[in-house]
């Protein structure tokens, strides 16, 4: 596709709710990164994947949340149980290939409220 | 101590003058910086990036780096107000995740 898209741009949840955030990368970008952005804040990693595999997960915040990328394109980023604090916008982003050093594409993000 | 320092700002320039954006960042075996500009309600979007150190030109955007002083700046000249925005500073602090800092809000001055 022409860039990194996500769905819903916007979702309301209540608390307790539990949500799947959708992300596309550009066709062919081998890896795949979600980040947390908190208002006034830069956005904070939570996991990383080349092609299927998740290499990085040590930035999700509790075990509610999840991430998955099962055929290395579409990832889903779930989240069980959600709470106030997770309210923020879910970033997306893409690089052609390694992370390191390689230029990230990002989405227009997802942002959650959660009620 | 976090990782990537950025003063929060607002900074703000005139118009036709040089910004200059400022970041410290505390892992020397860091090996990729990047400064990502980021308008209000919208998801950043690369400005520069720069690897070696010494200074990187592209326009009216100079990336400068200084591995010995773990410090990496970011001059726009010529600012316009289009150029009002957040800034970010990224690192990858070795492995392959980015880490970044909180951002500089940018104010150009009419």
């Known amino acids: 596709g022409a860039g990194v898209s996500q769905s819903p741009r916007y979702k309301v949840a209540k608390r307790g709710q539990d949500v799947a955030l959708r992300c596309d990368p550009i066709s062919g970008h081998v890896s795949l990164f979600w980040y947390q952005q908190a208002l006034g804040q830069g956005p904070e990693f939570l996991t990383y994947?080349?092609?299927?595999?998740?290499?990085?997960k040590s930035g999700l915040p509790s075990d509610r949340f999840f991430a998955e990328r099962p055929e290395g394109s579409v990832s889903t980023l779930k989240i069980q149980r959600t709470q106030q604090e997770d309210s923020a916008v879910y970033l997306c982003a893409s690089t052609q290939a390694g992370a390191r050093g390689d230029t990230q594409y990002f989405g227009p993000g997802t942002r959650l409220t959660v009620l | 101590q976090k990782e990537v320092e950025q003063n929060s700002g607002p900074l703000s320039v005139p118009e036709g003058a040089i910004a200059s954006l400022n970041c410290t960042y505390s892992?020397?075996?860091?090996?990729?910086f990047f400064w990502y500009r980021q308008y209000s309600g919208k998801s950043p979007e690369l400005i520069m990036s720069?690897?070696?150190?010494g200074d990187k030109e592209d326009g009216r955007f100079t990336a400068q780096l200084n591995k010995a002083s773990q410090y990496v700046s970011l001059l726009i000249r010529d600012s316009q107000p289009s150029d009002s925005a957040t800034y970010l500073c990224a690192v990858t602090p070795g492995g392959d995740k980015i880490i970044f800092g909180k951002g500089t809000r940018l104010h150009i001055l009419p």
């Open positions: 994947f080349q092609n299927e595999a998740q290499l990085d």
């Open positions: 720069i690897y070696s150190n």
């Open positions: 892992d020397r075996v860091s090996q990729s």
